[in-house]
């Protein structure tokens, strides 16, 4: 499992039980974790693309 999910589950979680409780500061900490999952997928893409775009190399290279 990536990274990105669990962090956006755990956001998702802590958002939730923010608005059930009412604590408005677990409500933005959790939002906040999605948005740095979101970030962090966009970058795990760029990897993913960039490993694909080297073993393309590789591959035409041999």
């Known amino acids: 499992m990536r990274k990105s999910t669990v962090q956006?589950?755990?956001?998702?979680?802590k958002e939730a039980v923010g608005k059930v409780t009412g604590d408005k500061?677990?409500?933005r900490e959790g939002k906040t974790d999605?948005?740095?999952a979101k970030a962090r997928?966009?970058?795990?893409?760029v990897h993913?693309?960039?490993l694909k775009a080297r073993d393309?190399?590789?591959r035409?290279?041999?």
Request: charged share 45%; no cysteine.
């Open 8 to 13: 956006k589950g755990k956001g998702k979680v």
């Open 25 to 27: 500061d677990l409500e």
């Open 34 to 36: 999605q948005l740095a």
């Open 41 to 45: 997928r966009a970058m795990e893409k």
């Open 48 to 50: 993913e693309s960039a």
């Open 56 to 58: 393309e190399i590789k």
């Open 60 to 62: 035409r290279a041999s």
